[in-house]
């Protein structure tokens, strides 16, 4: 079956989503080109102080409190027992910014934006400040990054005493709250651009790192003769057994098979040429030798079918990188052992584990699809 010819779809839209985001980019680059240079530098030296004062506001639940009514900062500070001409000054720099409304003095609505603070938003996006902006995240970035300019390990590891993952696994406070952050991932992408890609070209997808299973249900939602297998780990699996019953539709999730592993040790098997095996945001998180140890682990799954892999994630320029790529490519530098990776670095790396990209996919969000499959050369041997 030629799935090739097949993959891209909506290319006028994913083309036209492409072109705005040039223009936001550019819009992004504004200030570097209208500022003094000194003036740019301060502005950019002090942008943290904006991310705390977000961070404390989200933390106290102020959005919460004000709701969809309008409320003075001493109603708002009695109610959370606050001192009201700190919760002022701070309330009075976020409006300044566009988080939340001053309509008149010392009176405070929710805006657009600090909309989306409030608990009762099905699509906030508290849990990703919270996690970006909490102890454990931001003081690899105060403390150790410089140290680790110096000599390539990994802050996080540093400033926590293990990796990551290691931490997640013994703390489970921080482990729920960074789950609830990529969940709430799909809150900032949308999955708008699940529908630039031909998923009814293949039969079953597994999708490897799948989390609870929301992308691979929307998928399905949208192809009615595929099925799915989410593998993560197992801790993570057995919560998504039960997480969507009674949520979605008995067909659906019929059609769903939930299995644990570790994919550092082996993959789900592959049953036949149109499978398709997906990793969403999994590589950049991972260093060389990690990838090509899931890499190997892949191509033994696949053994001597022609199934084809895609990689849901960023592909970064070779030169002038994008901002928010290269904003991505440091947060994974902070807390993990991965990278943003480029074209050739891509291309290198899977052709040393035996595989080849048969083409990388634009689609509506700063990810790109890269669609590869095994060499023929590997197949032979």
Request: net charge negative; hydrophobic share 45%; glycine share 6%.
């Amino acid at each position: 079956m030629d799935h090739m010819k097949k993959l891209a779809k909506n290319t006028f839209r994913v083309s036209l989503f492409n072109e705005l985001m040039s223009l936001a980019s550019a819009l992004q680059n504004l200030p570097a080109k209208v500022t003094a240079p000194p003036f740019r530098l301060m502005q950019i030296g002090s942008l943290f102080w904006q991310s705390r004062a977000l961070y404390v506001a989200t933390r106290l639940g102020l959005a919460d409190v004000i709701g969809d009514a309008e409320k003075s900062t001493m109603e708002i500070a009695t109610e959370l027992r606050l001192h009201e001409d700190h919760l002022y000054r701070l309330m009075r720099m976020l409006g300044s910014m566009g988080i939340f409304d001053e309509t008149s003095p010392r009176v405070f609505k929710n805006s657009k934006t600090s909309a989306f603070l409030r608990v009762d938003d099905p699509q906030n996006m508290r849990a990703m400040i919270l996690m970006h902006n909490s102890p454990e995240m931001t003081k690899p970035w105060m403390e150790p990054l410089e140290e680790s300019i110096r000599d390539g390990s990994v802050p996080f590891a540093k400033a926590n005493g293990v990796d990551l993952f290691a931490y997640m696994d013994q703390n489970k406070n921080f482990d729920l709250l960074f789950s609830r952050a990529m969940d709430a991932v799909e809150n900032l992408t949308g999955n708008l651009f699940l529908e630039d890609f031909n998923w009814g070209s293949f039969d079953r997808i597994i999708d490897v790192g799948g989390s609870k299973g929301s992308k691979s249900i929307a998928i399905l939602k949208s192809c009615p003769n595929l099925k799915a297998v989410v593998f993560d780990r197992p801790q993570i699996i057995e919560a998504a057994k039960t997480h969507w019953n009674g949520k979605i539709a008995a067909d659906v999730l019929v059609r769903i098979d939930f299995q644990s592993g570790d994919m550092f040790e082996s993959l789900p098997v592959a049953e036949s040429d149109n499978d398709l095996y997906v990793f969403f945001a999994i590589f950049h998180g991972l260093s060389d030798e990690e990838c090509t140890k899931v890499l190997n682990n892949l191509k033994s799954a696949i053994g001597t079918k022609k199934t084809f892999v895609l990689f849901g994630d960023a592909v970064a320029e070779e030169i002038h990188i994008d901002p928010t790529v290269a904003a991505f490519d440091m947060q994974m530098l902070i807390g993990t052992s991965g990278r943003e990776r480029t074209p050739s670095e891509w291309k290198q790396l899977l052709h040393s584990a035996g595989f080849e990209i048969m083409e990388i996919i634009d689609v509506r969000t700063f990810v790109k699809f890269i669609v590869a499959k095994p060499c023929q050369s590997s197949h032979d041997a």
